[in-house]
């Protein structure tokens, strides 16, 4: 008996295996033959990249891994048109008019539709005749705010404690909520971060132009977001909205009483059937002094029973009370 054998089949699995690895077949339907999208990596990473692009695929778009000549439209995030074309000409790509340039906001429209929609200018990658100030422009006139010192991650950004942007955030956040309610995570996280900017900018922003450049942002040409109006005005929502003000009570639990027919709390309470976990019962027993905010003074009496404390043991300890907590 040839001892050596079954380790020498092993090992001409394993080189064959190698030489020929399997191809992954592919399950998707391609619905919109005419666009080639290619999502830019750059500023974006390789998980998300690839989480889009199977979304893209999944929802009968045809997506490339790789620029190539069939690519009609290069998405980028993050990213403004110089820096695009800066990356296209590393590409050895001469020739950039042969596509579109859109930015991430057109790729989150096209997925919430369900379909391409149309690349207007908004949407667009262009370069900005008003993005450098000229030298007869007033002192006055010339932004002392630069875009570009704005990072894209929140963690590396400085936020004003009065939000000078109050009535654009307060839009962003109802539409990423709605997105939260139907367990949309990709769109709720991009309204998070558009209003994460927002917020951390030290002034109130009253033209287009104080938004160029800057990341994450979906522009509101009308001043106020219509879709965020609706969605206040959606049954679905505002049912929602109570639900899961609730402790205890999440997205799948509100999805379970609205299938039922339940749309206000009083409903909920009213209906013998319904089985609460300890936690919800413990939510809707102790409900108003959860969902109220803790006031100044309280907040004071609390900071100065804890300094009280800490300075027995240490006397030169510095005691900040700080921050917020979302339930």
């Given amino acids: 008996m040839d001892r050596n054998r079954p380790l020498a089949a092993a090992s001409e699995r ?32 390789m998980t998300r990249r690839t989480f889009l692009m199977e979304l893209a695929r999944s929802k009968g778009f045809r997506v490339e891994s790789e620029l190539s000549d069939s690519v009609t439209h290069i998405v980028a995030e993050n990213n403004s048109y110089p820096e695009v074309l800066d990356w296209l000409r590393g590409q050895a790509v001469g020739d950039s008019s042969r596509f579109e340039l859109l930015d991430i906001s057109w790729f989150i429209a096209c997925m919430e539709a369900g379909r391409p929609v149309d690349s207007e200018m908004k949407y667009r990658l262009v370069e900005q005749a008003d993005q450098y100030p000229s030298l007869n422009t007033p002192e006055s006139e010339v932004p002392s705010f630069t875009a570009s010192k704005v990072s894209q991650y929140s963690c590396q950004r400085k936020t004003t404690l009065n939000n000078c942007n109050k009535k654009f955030t307060d ?41 160029q450049g800057l990341p994450c942002m979906e522009i509101i040409e009308e001043g106020e977001s219509s879709r965020a109006k609706d969605v206040l005005n959606d049954e ?47 939510g809707f027993l102790y409900y108003e002094d959860l969902v109220s905010c803790v006031s100044k003074a ?30």
């Fill in 14 to 45: 394993k080189r064959r295996k190698g030489m020929h690895p399997p191809k992954p077949s592919c399950s998707y339907e391609i619905k919109f033959n005419k666009f080639v999208i290619f999502i830019m990596q750059r500023k974006m990473g």
């Fill in 171 to 211: 839009a962003f956040e109802i539409m990423a909520e709605s997105y939260e309610f139907k367990e949309n995570e990709i769109l709720c996280l991009e309204f998070l971060r558009a209003a994460s900017v927002l917020k951390s900018l030290p002034f109130p922003v009253t033209r287009m132009k104080d938004i």
């Fill in 236 to 282: 679905r929502y505002k049912s929602f909205k109570q639900f899961t003000s609730v402790f205890g009570v999440g997205v799948k639990t509100s999805e379970k009483w609205f299938r039922m027919g339940l749309r206000t709390l009083e409903e909920v309470k009213a209906d013998k059937t319904l089985k609460l976990s300890k936690m919800q019962k413990a």
């Fill in 298 to 327: 309280e907040a004071d009496a609390v900071s100065l029973i804890v300094k009280n404390t800490v300075c027995t043991f240490l006397p030169d300890a510095l005691v900040t009370i700080t921050g917020g907590f979302r339930r």
